[in-house]
């Protein structure tokens, strides 16, 4: 998609939405930043990105009611949009269409 500009930490943060489904909320998109990929992020760099990508309408959210297991706070929920899913779908046929590129021989060392 042309204009997408979609960066490597959206990408990966889109992904985790996608794989945490109704679990997407920022403390488990957090750890599972540390989980998946041994990458340590500050929740201001995961509250920017998210807030980036909801304005990019790649991704909305909704917050879900008070719970007692978490002191009576809610939590929000995030969701790919429709864009989004779109968006995830063609970043991965191009890396995967320059991947197919690749000699074999190129990566042996």
């Known amino acids: ?45 995961l509250h920017s990105t998210l807030s980036r990508l909801e304005d990019k309408n790649y991704l909305s959210s909704e917050m879900t009611g008070a719970s007692a297991e978490r002191g009576g706070r809610r939590k929000r929920i995030y969701d790919l949009t429709a864009l989004g899913k779109r968006t995830l ?4 046929e191009q890396r995967q269409m320059l991947w197919n590129q690749v000699p074999d021989y190129a990566l042996n060392f």
């Open 1 to 45: 998609m042309k204009g997408t500009n979609l960066g490597e930490f959206e990408e990966l943060v889109l992904l985790l939405v996608l794989i945490l489904q109704e679990e997407a909320y920022v403390n488990r998109i957090k750890d599972e930043v540390y989980n998946q990929v041994q990458r340590n992020i500050s929740m201001g760099a």
């Open 89 to 92: 779908k063609e970043a991965k």
